[in-house]
């Protein structure tokens, strides 16, 4: 059988900046390599200039580009960068167009980069697919307000192109959807019948997560071998909601727990306000906070196998990848019962939910976890045997290979 060349297409591919998305196109990217399919990551240079390399034999590419936007502010470029940003990138269009030997565009985007893929793809009479990672119809609105800030007193002088280039259409035209988020599976099978639509969870290295006799993270960090460490590992983002556990620290008034927050910060603001509420409460050697570890950091697994819990108490969530590297480290879940999430996780059986942004539910939640052995038992075990028989990445890149595959199948036939 002919093994199928493809090209995965990313706003940003930064290993400094790391997020759920990166973590999908990295790995099953080296699964794809690793099986004999030809790929390659290919991307703008926000957040790395780093033009060409190869890691781990999967080359990676990155193209200039730039906000179509009069009085945008320097300090908001880099804003736009981490989260929300809707950029044009003339080179990378160039280089899809040009590619040899291409079955296959996979589109990890939306908006103009999306419709970039769409034109490049038409031109070159092939077919594209689109994954949604981060909710797409499914984004609340005060999200979508809270990305949009960067954009306030600018003119967008990008409209005539986005009319021009028919950028509405990048999801009407593409040959095939992935959904990472039930939520958005359901919804966008409703909405195109007819087309090829997948829900193809995220994955995780089980291996990556084994248990190291030379884990040094406590001592690193200066947390006390006595204390129980709750850990978050995520954006630290107003979508992440990681203030809500500082608390619940807060709220438990005991001086051996200690809450281990770690992830790049996407939005400063909301950073602050973590550490305003820090300073008010008066927990400062009791929080670590970590703005990011590189994906290959060996830091990143320690910190996840020096933990005694994970909790993700996010406001929207559309698939939750942490989860499973929590369950592969052999991690009790406490999670918020939002979108993917509540796919992902079964009550009582593989973690445990607390209403959505309440922390009457969630200090309930904890103390049961905490004061019942047999429970946490229970739900490691459920959970680490789902992870490997559900979620390996090797599962995970075979169903991708395999709708891949049934796209240009269809493509090619009508």
Known sequence: MKKTSSLQIIRRFSFEEWGGTETVVWN???????????????????LSKTKEEIVNNVPIKRFNYFYPYFNLK?????????????????????????????????????????????????KKKIPYIVSFHGGFFDVPKSEMEEMMKPLEGTFNYGKIYDIIYKNNRFLDDAAGII?????????????????????????VDIDKFKQDSNNDFRQKHNIPSERKVIICISRIDYQKNQGMLVDLLNAQQNKNLHVVLIGPVTSQKYFDNIQEKIDKYKLKDNITIIKGLKA????????????????????????????????????????????????????NETGLFFSDNSLDDLIEKFNLLKNEKELRNRLVENAY????????WDIITGKLTEFYEKVIKKYHKE
Not at 303 to 308: C, F, L, Q, V
């Open 296 to 347: 290959t950091d060996p830091d990143l697994v320690n910190a996840y196998n020096s933990a005694d819990y994970f909790i993700l108490p996010s406001i929207h969530e559309p698939f939750g990848i942490v989860a499973l590297e929590a369950w592969a480290s052999r991690l009790p879940v406490i999670a918020a019962k939002v979108g993917g999430l509540k796919k992902l996780i079964t009550e």
């Open 28 to 46: 099953t990217s080296q699964k794809l390599v690793e099986k004999g399919s030809d790929t390659e990551i290919v991307a703008t240079n926000a």
């Open 179 to 203: 959904c990472v988020g039930h939520n958005e599976y359901l919804i966008t099978k409703d909405k195109y019948p007819d087309k090829l639509v997948e829900y193809l969870p995220n994955g």
């Open 385 to 392: 045997k789902e992870v490997i028989s559900t979620y390996s």
């Open 74 to 122: 320097r300090s908001n470029l880099s804003v736009l960068d981490k989260k929300g940003g809707n950029p044009y990138s003339r080179p990378l269009y160039n280089y899809l167009v040009s590619s040899k030997g291409i079955d296959i565009f996979h589109c990890h985007t939306m908006q103009r980069i999306a419709n970039t893929v769409r034109r490049a793809a038409k």
